[in-house]
């Protein structure tokens, strides 16, 4: 990082309110995926300092609540069950999400049956959530809903397309299940428009979309302004930092291929059992470390 930017940074960390507004400039007004490099930007910074993320930010919380997430449709039932299995029964994890909006919505039978599936392995008192990744039409989404009533399903994750806000709001005013959007969400004013339209129950967001730690910050903040909470979107270990600083965080993803490549790779993954990621506030940045031996063989010049 450039010396003067370095400057910039420990006059942010002194509280300089000048210092503070030129380094929210910097993340809000980044576009994807410079958003990233930001991040990578504080790393740095918060390395040289020996300050870990959470301890900048202010924490709300020493951990945050994760469901796991994977329950992918081109699953047999054989990886549906250990998959699944492992979470709640292995880690502990009281809460898990499956996918279900197959083709577009065309295999509604397949979607029930794996859902039935899903209840199955998991028992009684596990949280059961799905995501259709805006598979279905309004209509369709609530006639699903209805059956997924049956199976105790409390979370029913992009029924349609996040970009269909009416369609949003219409399934959201019908159905039993919590309706949730805002992966998408690239912007402060994204977020503004799924609230305002009142297509959500709980507001998603995703740090390394939305315009970084700052915004997601400000996204949570304009959330509790609406009495909503809010779900950190995939990359577990980097939303486990931002979200011990967010009052109304509901919890986080984990989410099989991210959680899986944050802990092939790096030293300082976080373990979920029993459902939570506590961070480590001795941890300098965002308290991972990569394990350039283990990411060598994947090198791609």
């Not at 509280?15 to 991040?39: C, F, H, K, M």
């Amino acid at each position: 990082m450039p010396n003067s930017d370095q400057e910039v940074v420990s006059r942010y960390l002194q509280g300089d309110a000048e210092a503070v507004d030129t380094v929210n400039s910097w993340i809000s007004r980044a576009a994807w995926p410079y958003q990233r490099r930001l991040s990578s930007r504080w790393e740095d910074v918060l390395q040289d300092v020996r300050l870990e993320v959470t301890r900048l930010l202010g924490q709300a919380r020493d951990s945050v609540p994760v469901y796991g997430s994977g329950g992918f449709t081109s699953y047999d039932e054989d990886q549906t069950r250990e998959q699944l299995a492992g979470w709640v029964h292995k880690d502990h994890i009281p809460r898990v999400k499956i996918k279900i909006g197959e083709s577009w919505g065309t295999s509604e039978h397949r979607d029930l049956e794996r859902v039935a599936l899903a209840r199955e392995v998991i028992g009684p008192d596990a949280e059961l959530y799905v995501d259709a990744n805006g598979g279905y039409t309004a209509g369709q989404a609530v006639r699903v809903a209805d059956r997924l009533t049956e199976y105790g399903v409390t979370w029913f994750e992009e029924p349609v397309s996040s970009q269909d806000l009416a369609g949003l709001a219409a399934v959201r005013r019908q159905v039993r299940p919590d309706v949730a959007a805002g992966e998408y969400s690239w912007s402060l004013a994204d977020s503004v428009r799924l609230i305002a339209a009142g297509a959500v129950d709980c507001l998603q967001l995703d740090v390394t979309r939305c315009g970084g730690i700052t915004e997601f910050l400000r996204g949570s903040a304009l959330a509790a302004a609406h009495n909503l909470q809010v779900s950190g979107h995939c990359a577990p270990n980097l939303h486990a930092r931002v979200g011990v600083a967010v009052p109304n965080l509901r919890h986080i993803e984990y989410f099989h291929d991210h959680q899986r490549i944050e802990r092939m790779l790096f030293d300082g993954a976080l373990d979920p059992d029993g459902g939570i990621l506590r961070p480590d506030a001795d941890q300098p940045g965002l308290g991972l470390t990569l394990r350039e031996s283990d990411a060598e063989r994947y090198r791609r010049d």
